[in-house]
């Protein structure tokens, strides 16, 4: 099992930036891909991005490509989401999620984060 402590959300006017920080302890982190997801009121929890464990491979929500970049550290038990360009869409509580499989479905992630909330205003 490994435990995940999402930071850096807040507020932010639309065109900002943000840089979501995802720290975990626990299982070796660097055994375990990584996946970052939203979920706006009302509606289903989404992928927004997903790395590798080895870092070299990650894979993009059309909705956020090009403007999102996932990054880890393992090292520093981290996994990162730079934010760019954001939009008044993507106002939402963003959860960190390890899994043992490269997938961009929630329920194949057994080890979630309680979320940082986003919010993007116009």
């Known amino acids: 099992q490994v435990q995940l402590v999402e930071s850096g959300g807040g507020l932010v006017q639309g065109g900002g930036s943000l840089r979501l920080s995802c720290a975990a302890s626990?299982?070796?982190?660097?055994?375990?891909?990584m996946g970052w997801f939203r979920q706006a009121p009302g509606k289903e929890r989404e992928f927004v991005a997903l790395i590798a464990r080895s870092g070299d491979v990650t894979s993009y929500a059309d909705s956020v490509k090009g403007r999102f970049t996932i990054s880890r550290d393992n090292a520093k038990n981290t996994v990162y989401l730079q934010m760019n360009s954001l939009e008044p869409e993507d106002t939402a509580a963003y959860y960190c999620?390890?899994?043992?499989?490269?997938?961009?479905?929630?329920?194949?992630?057994?080890?979630w984060g309680q979320g940082t909330q986003v919010t993007v205003s116009s």
């Open positions: 626990g299982r070796a982190f660097a055994n375990y891909d």
């Open positions: 999620a390890a899994t043992q499989y490269y997938s961009r479905k929630p329920t194949l992630y057994n080890d």
